[in-house]
């Protein structure tokens, strides 16, 4: 493990790949059904890749490929993806399916509906998964209730309620102690927990909703063929708990066996969980507790995913735990795109990755770590946007007014 110093309050460490064992429930057979499992329901649509050509040339970089997820069935984040093919999972255990041989769209039938019907799911969310469960849910005529952490903006709660949640609480908990109280909640309630995150005797789940997110990895592959890009050669990942990254960085080590991209695990540096874990440098995932602050709410969580760390920490090379005008900065970059680049809105959540490159590239304090990553014009990167515009103000304090000082590079 190498700690870089830190720089523009950036710390980043490195640490060395350790592909002996394949997450083989990310493989590619598997990914391919989940896939096909997505495009038959309706309104699915491949979102778009993008490719920031003119900002490639500026940082010195072959090629940036964005995957803008706010276009995801217009729910305005990757996070659907996950939460759908749980529920369908779970409900095709409940009627004894076979889900290889079942569509979503056969359980919306009123016969299935009326067996489902007394079916509720629980989960705490800081927006977009609860936003994505709670549609699925719905979809399906089940109840789902949905616990916040204290700090939600109420547009996220409402966006919440929009898509048919029977009940959104914005609780006066951080975003780990809501998942253990609808963790509690489910059990007491025979209710079924779908919550975007494991741990010891709760991963089945979760894993399933490792698994929907394979689809946009698995997408990009073939958005890239038609730019004529064989392999991404670097991947940033913005992790929370860690099942996005997980679920993209373990495909992509299933598809390209042996040599994944060299990949970047980013978080914000007030709960770099991650971070934390591979600084320890003990193969064991670490906690960050107490009351954590950042803009970036969707990476707001102390606690990584239990079944996921292992793939950040055999896959992953460099860790990175920004301050939030890292993110602040992606946001602007894709908002304002040179020349012919098309504009992406991005999130908080979903601009971390980009922002940071654009620092590496750019900034001579980073010069050694832009090295050590290999990062030069032979590069193809591939980052995911994984949220449109989901608070409207803060996006507008970002893009619009910009006189918040923490938000931009000193
Ligand atoms: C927009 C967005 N991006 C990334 C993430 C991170 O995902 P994970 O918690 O699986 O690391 C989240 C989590 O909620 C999110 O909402």
């Known amino acids: 493990m190498k700690q870089f110093k830190e720089q523009l309050g950036i710390n980043i460490i490195s640490t060395e790949i350790?592909?002996?064992?394949?997450?083989?429930?990310?493989?590619?057979?598997?990914?391919?059904?989940?896939?096909?499992?997505?495009?038959?329901?309706?309104?699915?649509?491949?979102?778009?890749?993008?490719?920031?050509?003119?900002?490639?040339?500026?940082?010195?970089?072959?090629?940036?490929?964005?995957?803008?997820?706010?276009?995801?069935?217009?729910?305005?984040?990757?996070?659907?993806?996950?939460?759908?093919?749980s529920i369908f999972k779970i409900v095709c255990e409940k009627l004894n399916l076979d889900s290889k041989k079942t569509t979503f769209n056969d359980l919306q039938n009123l016969e299935i509906k009326e067996k489902l019907k007394d079916m509720v799911f629980i989960t705490a969310t800081d927006g977009n998964h609860g936003k994505g469960a709670a549609w699925a849910a719905n979809k399906l005529g089940c109840k789902s209730i949905v616990l916040m952490p204290k700090g939600t903006v109420e547009v996220r709660a409402q966006a919440i309620r929009d898509v048919g949640a029977y009940e959104v609480t914005i609780t006066d908990l951080n975003y780990d102690d809501a998942v253990r109280k609808a963790s509690s909640l489910a059990d007491k309630n025979g209710w079924y927990l779908?919550?975007?995150?494991?741990?010891?005797?709760?991963?089945?789940?979760?894993?399933?909703?490792?698994?929907?997110?394979?689809?946009?990895?698995?997408?990009?592959?073939?958005?890239?063929?038609?730019?004529?890009?064989?392999?991404?050669?670097?991947?940033?990942?913005?992790?929370?708990?860690?099942?996005?990254?997980?679920?993209?960085?373990?495909?992509?080590?299933?598809?390209?066996?042996?040599?994944?991209?060299?990949?970047?695990i980013v978080e914000p540096k007030t709960v770099a969980c991650i971070y934390k874990s591979a600084l320890a440098d003990d193969g064991k995932s670490h906690a960050v507790t107490g009351d954590l602050q950042t803009i970036m709410a969707g990476l707001n969580?102390?606690?990584?995913?239990?079944?996921?760390?292992?793939?950040?920490?055999?896959?992953?090379?460099?860790?990175?735990?920004?301050?939030?005008?890292?993110?602040?900065?992606?946001?602007?970059?894709?908002?304002?795109?040179?020349?012919?680049?098309?504009?992406?809105?991005?999130?908080?959540?979903?601009?971390?990755?980009?922002?940071?490159l654009s620092l590496i590239m750019e900034r001579k304090e980073l010069g050694e770590i832009k090295e050590d990553m290999k990062l030069n014009s032979d590069s193809v990167v591939l980052i995911f946007s994984t949220e449109g515009n989901t608070d409207p103000i803060g996006y507008d304090e970002i893009i619009y007014d910009g006189r918040n000082p923490s938000l931009f590079l000193k």
């Open 18 to 85: 350790n592909n002996k064992s394949l997450p083989l429930f990310l493989c590619e057979e598997i990914a391919d059904n989940v896939r096909s499992f997505h495009s038959s329901i309706k309104g699915y649509e491949v979102t778009p890749l993008i490719s920031l050509g003119n900002l490639a040339k500026k940082l010195g970089i072959k090629g940036i490929y964005v995957k803008d997820e706010s276009y995801r069935f217009g729910l305005n984040s990757f996070k659907s993806l996950g939460g759908l093919y």
């Open 194 to 264: 779908v919550q975007d995150t494991a741990w010891e005797g709760y991963e089945d789940i979760p894993n399933f909703i490792t698994q929907g997110y394979t689809t946009m990895a698995n997408e990009a592959c073939d958005q890239l063929q038609e730019y004529n890009v064989e392999k991404p050669t670097h991947l940033f990942l913005q992790a929370g708990v860690g099942s996005m990254a997980g679920g993209v960085l373990g495909y992509y080590a299933n598809k390209y066996k042996g040599n994944p991209p060299i990949t970047t």
């Open 301 to 356: 969580c102390g606690e990584p995913n239990t079944a996921t760390y292992p793939i950040l920490r055999d896959y992953a090379t460099y860790y990175a735990a920004c301050p939030d005008f890292v993110t602040a900065r992606g946001m602007r970059i894709m908002a304002a795109p040179l020349g012919n680049d098309e504009k992406i809105i991005s999130g908080e959540s979903g601009a971390v990755g980009l922002g940071l």
